[in-house]
């Protein structure tokens, strides 16, 4: 996005003066467009998520608000934007009030450097990755916060609960991510997925079977760090009422949401970025070559092309993690634990230097050779399991007593 | 020019503004019945609170936080050695490379496996009474 910034503030001729505000006034539009697209995406998640919920559960979900009650996100919007702000006597006020500050801004900063598309970023940060790990952590202090803040026992425990979860999993998807960093041999986001290639044999998951075995770890702790299920003890209703949110309502309330959907798409756009290929086109070897080849609406189109692609990937894994979510059960807190610090922790580990360990290889004389080999029989593999499970829902479907139903819209 | 991080504390000043202005904007149009009886005592499942929340709670968490701390200094501090890796690769030192990295990591290992032996991963200690249950 710098590069159209200064493409276009050069046609306009400014003074220096004019110039600073040209600046500011560009970043202030930039991250409000940002912003917009946040609340829209976190708003439209919230009836997607209930209306997957409902098919999954066998019922309808919310469909009264507008079509197929698509407007019921800004209905709940408007009803608690006009809700009492119950604070109650016994909390410590100031870091009350203040906790959502820190939840909501933690995940919607993560948006400065994450990509949508080729050259579609706000902040082309050259530490990318690390920068997004490094202020997503700013969540668990709001949610610590807010836990201990209230005053309640249900509210102390879901935030001691909740802290402790997240940091743990830092560590193994810090690991995760170190694994595909040593590929790439560089931090920034852009540079990642151009370190990739559009077929799945290029994708960083598929580059050898440490990568995978990161890809799997990775994904589980971003589920633990977002507080999805099956990791969502800090919310767990049955035992501790709603966690850390307990005391809060109205706009306080929806902003802890807010967070959490908005942090729906930090981790499916990290995951894509980092295992997925990110926005490569299949078939587009060069996708900057294309680009800085053709001008005008051939560029424009070509980098439509770049976000359609990331999106689609991205909204996929949006799907799978709410699909999880309703089929898997919570797991208990101490188990919890043990997967991390006993399995997530040394297989972290032995993927990072796995990974180094194939660095090394690719480099050698034949080791372009066994690096192509081993590429393609992953792939294989993962078709081969993707065909089983299209294979095992075919069969499951035909051995339904009652005629299949299945409508996604009514 | 700082182009990146100048974009960087707009958005975190714009999710401040964000979370600051809807708040404002709330408080012109709802309502403030606070003074309704029981409505601002804590939520205890309908019972009354007893004491406060602000009480001693397993020192666990504060283990595991203790382990955080250590395994995530470590993952710092490993970012940049791992990103120099490849370009040391290309210049032919990539195996000394990799092996300083393994003995890092091989120390932290032992540190991880000291942790598990001793019981610091485990979530239920069990504290082993010292007298025998005949003489209770």
Known sequence: MKELFFELSQSWQLEPLEMTGAIALWLVVVSAIVLSFVATFAGVTSWVERRVAGRMMSRIGPNRVGPQGFLQWMADGLKCFLKEDVIPN??????????????FTGTFAAFAALPFGYGIVAADLNIGIFYVTAITALVVIGILMAGWSSNNKWSLLGGVRSAAQIVSYE???????????VLAGTLNL??????????????????????????????????????????????????????????????????????????????????????????????????????????????TLWILLSVVVFFAKTLVLVFVVIWIRWTLPRLRVDQLMVMCWKYFVPFGFLCMMGSALFVLIAQSPLGETVHLVVRLALTGLGGLVLLLFVRRTILNVRELQDPFYFKVLE | MLFEEYMVFTFIALGMGFVLMALAAGALIRPKRMDLDKRNTTYECGEEALGQA?????????????????????????????????QWTELGTGAIAFIEILLFVIILVIGLIFLWVRGDLEWFKHIIDPTPEEEV
Not at chain 1, 90 to 103: G, S
Not at chain 1, 204 to 232: H, K, Q, V, W
């Open chain 2, 54 to 86: 602000w009480y001693n709670f397993n020192p666990r968490f504060y283990l595991l936080a203790l382990v955080f701390l250590i395994f995530d200094v470590e993952v710092v501090v490993t970012f940049p050695v791992i990103v120099a890796l490849r």
């Open chain 1, 171 to 181: 560590i193994p998807s810090g690991l995760a991510i170190l694994s595909v960093v």
């Open chain 1, 90 to 103: 016994e909390v410590d006020k100031p870091l009350f009030r203040f906790a959502p500050y820190l939840v």
């Open chain 1, 190 to 299: 852009q540079a990642i997925i151009a370190g990739q290639g559009g077929f799945p044999w290029d994708w960083y998951i598929f580059n050898n079977p440490f990568t995978l075995m990161a890809f799997f770890i990775f994904f589980a702790s971003i589920l633990a760090e977002g507080n999805r299920t099956p990791f969502d003890l800090p919310e767990a209703e049955s035992e501790l009422v709603a966690g850390y949110l307990t005391e809060y309502s109205g706009m306080r309330f929806v902003f802890f949401f807010f967070g959490e959907w908005a942090n729906l798409w930090v981790m499916s756009a990290l995951i894509t970025t980092l295992f997925l290929g990110g926005w490569q086109i299949p078939g587009v070897a060069d996708l900057a070559g294309v680009v800085a080849g053709v001008q005008g609406a051939a560029k």
